[in-house]
């Protein structure tokens, strides 16, 4: 048999992975153009794809061998790489999988499955009337979905930004509560940021309520995935052997949820504990590991779970040219996207701007310098009201006084965006430009009012991978400050030693992946390029139609009330 030569190959990775497929699965007939087929999965992996359609590859993909897909689909069929249990890859019809991760994905949805049973947890007690007045707001589905909590163990709630989610969540967990209201209940969220979203809205939901159970909804923890599992260097310290106490459990921005993690929770959950996951479906997937609630969507899986499926369609949260933009992707596409913006007159909060590649386009200096110097002042005015025997501590609460209150809430008004750390208008680019070439080597010297995000989970500090906070002091004084959940799921202020946090970064800017579960008032996208193709390093990197699209909807539906996109004059869309 002729092995292919080593110049075939785009990344050392595909090679070294071709070249132990060969050695532990040796090709019955081997063909060169299975080159591009570990090609193609390896880029779909990047991108979280678990599945790729064989007739849907991009049309930029550079392909080395003419023949796609007949060609392609002939060489794996005759290689013997998708014959029998333990072969490399699927291939069902025109979809092409790693067989691992495919397994993952089957055996995930067969734990889910067994769990769709009839709820058990219903109490003798005589249950509190659930007040009529709570539910006259909500639409048919929503109404639907608060019925299932009366039935179903395990329920899907769908839904993109505006649609109700959450207050179709906060009904479902007053239903409950008045079957039962000594249930244990828990939220949960991929992110520090999503999970103290889901909280915050949840309490501001009932703050109206004259319910007896108002304070049972008001206190309900909600953290981390990571927190719940007791996530550690060597794995989930929650397990089979070790069960959370929990009747009920949420589960929000299930599109951010990797495979891992989602078994992990399946095994640390009792039999009978009420499963309520919550997502939406046209978000990015999880990077390397495929996305569980996407496949959930899919009609193939579906059929599965029709009885306890709710799909929230209609949009409360008009966002004036901002859900236009975000309709017309959904519905018509990435093209159809381009072309609206490139003709639309700007508005009162949507506006395109064309700037060149070569220098930081000036919006985002504007906004930043300006951003920059009143995060200043607001640190200034905080450290005034933290007690001096505070800075002698390396992990301490802080009272929230009016002024870091403002801090924090100054923090979340503004993301800025880019597809890529690296490259033109990437988050490299733009911190290099605020910190110097050399700020990630400098850290110790990135000024007071620094923003910066935590890179790894640490439970014993409070912290998860993706929360921000800011430098604040000086010398001696430095310290990081951030708002996180205590053990007693009160938001609290924590003025954290540098020393204490394992990896950080500064968070002036951010990748799209980075502000899943996060918004904005005001979003400034950069797009370098119409990411069909786009550089990272020296490597190209080829999106998929489905993969920008994922990409523009996550990004522009960050933005509350004001969405600047700011494309390459260059460029052609």
């Known amino acids: 048999m002729k092995g292919p030569s080593k110049n075939k190959f785009s990344t050392d990775l595909n090679q070294s992975l071709l070249a132990t497929l060969i050695r532990y699965f040796p090709p019955i007939e081997f063909n060169e153009v299975l080159i591009d087929v570990v090609n193609v999965l390896m880029d779909g992996l990047s991108r979280g794809d678990v599945y790729i359609d064989m007739k849907k590859i991009p049309k930029n993909l550079e392909l080395k061998y003419k023949g796609w897909p007949s060609r392609h689909i002939k060489a794996l069929l005759e290689s013997g790489w998708t014959k029998g249990d333990n072969s490399p890859i699927v291939l069902n019809g025109d979809l092409v999988s790693w067989r691992r991760t495919h397994n993952e994905i089957v055996k995930t949805i067969h734990k889910i499955l067994l769990r769709n049973q009839p709820i058990n947890h219903i109490s003798k007690e005589l249950p509190i009337r659930i007040d009529p007045k709570n539910l006259k707001h909500l639409n048919i589905q929503q109404k639907e979905a608060v019925n299932l909590v009366k039935r179903e163990q395990i329920i899907l709630l769908s839904g993109g930004p505006g649609t109700g989610k959450t207050s179709t969540i906060l009904q479902m967990l007053l239903q409950a509560l008045t079957r039962n209201p000594t249930l244990n209940i828990g939220m949960a969220a991929p992110t520090g940021k999503a999970a103290k979203k889901l909280k915050d809205t949840i309490q501001a939901g009932i703050e109206h309520f004259e319910d007896p159970l108002k304070d049972k909804l008001y206190n309900i923890p909600s953290k981390t995935l990571h927190k719940w599992l007791e996530a550690g260097p060597n794995g989930f310290r929650r397990n089979s052997q070790r069960l959370l106490k929990l009747d009920l459990i949420v589960v929000d921005e299930m599109s951010m949820v990797d495979l891992s993690t989602i078994n992990g929770l399946l095994d640390?959950?009792?039999?009978?504990?009420?499963?309520?996951?919550?997502?939406?479906?046209?978000?990015?997937?999880?990077?390397?590991?495929?996305?569980?609630?996407?496949?959930?969507?899919?009609?193939?899986?579906?059929?599965?779970?029709?009885?306890?499926?709710?799909?929230?369609?209609?949009s409360y949260r008009n966002k004036g040219d901002i859900a236009f933009l975000r309709n017309t992707l959904k519905n018509e596409g990435v093209d159809a996207f381009w072309q609206l913006l490139s003709i639309k007159e700007d508005s009162s909060n949507t506006s395109q701007y064309l700037s060149s590649l070569k220098s930081i386009p000036d919006p985002v200096v504007r906004t930043l310098l300006s951003y920059r110097k009143k995060l200043k002042k607001l640190t200034d005015n905080c450290i005034e009201h933290i007690p001096n025997d505070a800075w002698q501590s390396s992990k301490i609460e802080v009272a929230q006084s009016a002024e870091i209150l403002k801090l924090f809430k100054f923090i979340d008004n503004l993301l800025i965006l880019c597809p890529q750390r690296y490259g033109p208008w990437g988050v490299k680019k733009i911190h290099e430009f605020l910190l110097g070439n050399r700020f990630e080597k400098e850290v110790h010297s990135w000024e007071e009012g620094t923003p910066i995000m935590a890179k790894s989970n640490q439970p014993e500090i409070g912290l998860a991978n993706g929360d921000v906070g800011i430098i604040i002091g000086n010398g001696e004084k430095r310290r990081f400050l951030f708002n996180v959940f205590s053990e007693e799921q009160r938001l609290v202020t924590r003025l954290i030693n540098p020393s204490r946090l394992n990896m950080y970064d500064a968070a002036y800017a951010m990748t799209i992946h980075k502000a899943q579960g996060s918004e904005a008032?005001?979003?400034?996208?950069?797009?370098?390029?119409?990411?069909?193709?786009?550089?990272?390093?020296?490597?190209k990197k080829y999106y998929s139609d489905d993969y920008e699209k994922r990409m523009l909807y996550t990004a522009i539906t960050r933005a509350k009330k004001?969405?600047?996109v700011i494309t390459n004059k260059e460029e052609d869309f």
Do not use: M, Y
């Not at 919550?278 to 569980?292: K, T, W």
């Not at 899986?301 to 499926?309: D, G, L, P, R, V």
């Not at 797009?527 to 990272?536: A, D, G, L, N």
């Open 521 to 539: 008032d005001q979003v400034l996208l950069l797009w370098p390029s119409s990411s069909k193709i786009s550089e990272e390093n020296t490597l």
């Open 268 to 314: 640390a959950l009792t039999k009978s504990c009420q499963i309520i996951l919550v997502g939406d479906p046209d978000q990015l997937l999880p990077i390397g590991s495929g996305g569980i609630w996407q496949v959930l969507q899919e009609k193939e899986t579906k059929t599965h779970f029709q009885s306890n499926s709710i799909n929230l369609r209609k």
């Open 562 to 564: 004001q969405l600047i």
